[in-house]
């Protein structure tokens, strides 16, 4: 069964149809005074939360995908405001007023609200001193077994808006506390923490979600109360995202102890069978399956629960050719990252769709294209923590070994690859390593908002690359140029002069103007190079 809690005026109404559990966002003006008084009440305060983590994914794959190498603006001399914005981004010289970077950060903020307000009324808060979350008395009727679960939930979705955050942005707002009434202004004196002092907390949650949540197998859960577990975190899903931030922070060791807990341990793993296996881990009829540790939840059918993304990344003009409703033509995949499959790659046909008519042939996110029947209302999930990154994940941990390489064979063979398997033979050197695991995981994650982050990191997990961030942001430019950026409507920048345009400071987003305009008590610094 599919449970949807819709939120109306704080009451729960409960819909039923088939297979998914997803939750509407919640009207923000509640008095928290009044409301958060028993577990069903937290729960549906909670449920708002995993529901804005739909907010927060509308503008992500612009942060990520646009920024990297797997995706381009599809229209080249497109002159319109928004086109042009999304170029810039394309292009790392994005305004500080730029749209689409205000509204991703303010749906940001305003989940990061909400989920404080569901730890605060559990009097669960952080203490900075010894970097651990930290209870106190609440007045919340609630068992201790319901009171694990909810606050590792909680936990779990807030250190993950500050990952994307600090990743994004460097140092961001720290803020783990809701602001109530007359406290909102005290905001106002907050400035922006340091990029430590977030992944501090970062960690902090994310240890109390692993210790904290449901940690019965993915069997156990999926069997014995799907209807009301899938969907949710639990302590595996923490772990997850916890060997990430490690990962991040270039401490490998504690990140490989974790994710070998996961591996042993916690029941998920690759899907392998079947006629199209990796296919199979998107299937619309095979949600939740034992590869999803976590994802961003939609439910078709005319409810406003639907995913945009048929239509957001169908190519534009494209009719009913490929989605009911046409495109917009957005998260055009790139030529290079065509190129970048081998031709066994099943993965290929499934993650790109190629759509031409004349002389126009786009390369669209296939992936994400499921049909709809009414516009931006589609049915798949999005996933954001997947086995195959764990098992690929411990790769990178543990670095240039036979057992790494026998990792990266795991998903190379689902992929249909078993046939030219990598050996120390063909990948006989670090650098090779490094080359051959940055290339798989672009593969494996392409047009999953991964491939972003990734680049970002390989400067200090796998230091032997052949090209950092930078270099490969501009080599990317450089093969794309003649059929893409080369075409920019007049004057044609050089690309000499785009390529100048990506530096080490503008791999980090700037902060949105407003926050520092409509601060009359404190200079709030710009990142350098804004």
């Known amino acids: 069964m599919k449970r949807i ?21 919640p009207l923000n003006n509640v008095a928290v005074d009044n409301f958060y008084k028993n577990a069903a009440e937290v729960q549906t305060a909670l449920s708002g939360c995993y529901a804005g983590l739909r907010n927060t994914l509308i503008e992500e794959w612009q942060m990520t995908e646009l920024r990297s ?54 009097a669960l808060d952080y203490d900075s001193t ?57 905001a106002i004196n907050i400035n922006r923490s340091s990029a430590s002092s977030v992944y501090k907390l970062i960690l902090a949650d994310l240890e109390y979600a692993a210790a904290n949540g449901v940690s019965s197998s993915y069997s156990t859960f999926a069997t014995s109360n799907a209807g009301n577990n899938l969907g949710k975190v639990n302590a595996w899903t923490a772990k997850a995202l916890l060997a990430k931030v490690l990962l991040t922070l270039n401490r490998k060791i504690e990140a490989s102890t974790v994710l070998t807990d996961i591996i042993t341990s916690s029941g998920y793993g690759l899907i392998t069978s079947g006629l199209t296996p990796y296919a199979d881990v998107f299937s619309v ?38 989605v009911n409703g046409d495109g917009d033509g957005f998260n055009t995949g790139t030529i290079e ?44 999930d999005w996933p954001v923590i997947r086995y195959a990154d764990v098992i690929l994940m411990q790769a990178e941990a543990k670095g240039y070994s036979p057992e790494s390489i026998a990792l990266i064979n795991q998903t ?36 999953e908002n991964v491939r972003w982050f990734d680049l970002l990191r390989y400067k200090t997990t796998l230091p032997e690359i052949t090209e950092d961030a930078v270099a490969r942001i501009k080599s990317h430019y450089a093969f794309m140029y003649p059929s893409h950026y080369g075409r920019y409507p007049t004057p044609v920048p050089s690309l000499a002069v785009i390529q100048g345009y990506v530096t080490n400071n503008k791999l980090l987003l700037p902060i949105p103007q407003r926050e520092i305009d409509n601060n009359s008590k404190i200079v709030i610094p710009q990142n350098p190079g804004y």
């Open 5 to 25: 809690y819709i939120l109306i005026v704080g009451i729960s109404i409960l819909s039923i149809s088939c297979k998914k559990n997803i939750d509407l966002y």
């Open 69 to 122: 190498d797997n995706s381009i603006m599809g229209n080249a001399a497109s002159g319109s405001v928004p086109n042009r914005e999304k170029s810039d981004l394309d292009l790392f010289i994005p305004a500080t007023s730029l749209t689409a970077v205000y509204t991703y950060w303010s749906a940001n903020y305003t989940n990061i609200r909400n989920i404080n307000l569901v730890l605060n009324s559990l």
């Open 130 to 186: 010894s970097g651990k979350l930290v209870k106190s008395t609440s007045t919340v009727t609630i068992t201790d077994a319901e009171f694990k679960e909810l606050s590792a939930q909680a936990a779990f979705l807030r250190a993950y808006h500050y990952f994307n955050l600090v990743r994004l942005f460097g140092g961001v707002f720290l803020i783990h506390e809701p602001f109530i009434g007359s406290q909102a202004l005290d």
């Open 285 to 322: 009829n095979n949600e939740m399956n034992r590869e999803i540790l976590f994802a961003v939840r939609y439910k078709a059918g005319g409810l406003g629960l639907g995913s945009p993304w048929p239509n957001t990344f169908a190519p534009e003009l494209s009719g009913t050719a490929v």
């Open 337 to 380: 990252l065509e190129n970048s499959y081998a031709t066994a790659d099943n993965r290929k046909a499934f993650t790109l769709g190629i759509w031409s008519t004349g002389n126009n042939r786009r390369v669209y996110p296939k992936k994400h294209i499921t049909p709809v029947t009414l516009l931006d209302d589609g049915e798949s």
């Open 412 to 447: 190379r063979a689902r992929a249909g690859l078993s046939a030219a398997p990598l050996t120390l033979v063909n990948v006989p050197t670090p650098q090779r390593f490094a080359d051959s695991l940055a290339m798989e995981r672009r593969l494996e994650f392409a047009f």
